[in-house]
């Protein structure tokens, strides 16, 4: 388990990811257009997941700071991981899990296909 809390939160997603029944590829994958948070894969699926963590509302939620800018990176590096891996009978699939602390305990929200 990670200490901080951001760390935190991707440990609960892979975590969550793991009870559905996906394997975890990699985590924290970087290249020159991004970075992907979780790679999962279930079957011939595969699932790149951004993890967004928050301890307080201040900011806005989660899921509003996955901007239009922000999913174009993803899907950059997305598409430099499946060449690179050369993996072609896959289906894909962009997922973003929120994870927020309140009130002293944790919460986390799945959104399946997020973005395209």
Not at 54 to 61: A, L
Request: aromatic content about 14%; hydrophobic content about 35%; proline content about 1%.
């Amino acid at each position: 388990m990670t200490n901080n809390v951001w760390g935190m939160g991707e440990d609960m997603a892979v975590q969550a990811l793991r009870e559905a029944g996906y394997s975890i590829r990699d985590r924290n994958f970087h290249c020159r257009w991004g970075e992907l948070d979780i790679v999962a894969c279930r079957g011939r699926e595969m699932v790149f997941v951004e993890v967004k963590t928050r301890t307080s509302s201040e900011f806005g939620q989660p899921h509003e700071s996955v901007t239009s800018a922000k999913r174009e990176r993803i899907k950059k590096a997305a598409r430099f991981y499946v060449a690179q891996q050369k993996e072609e009978d896959f289906t894909y699939r962009f997922d973003v899990i929120c994870v927020s602390f309140d009130r002293g305990r944790w919460h986390w929200q799945w959104y399946k296909d997020a973005f395209i």
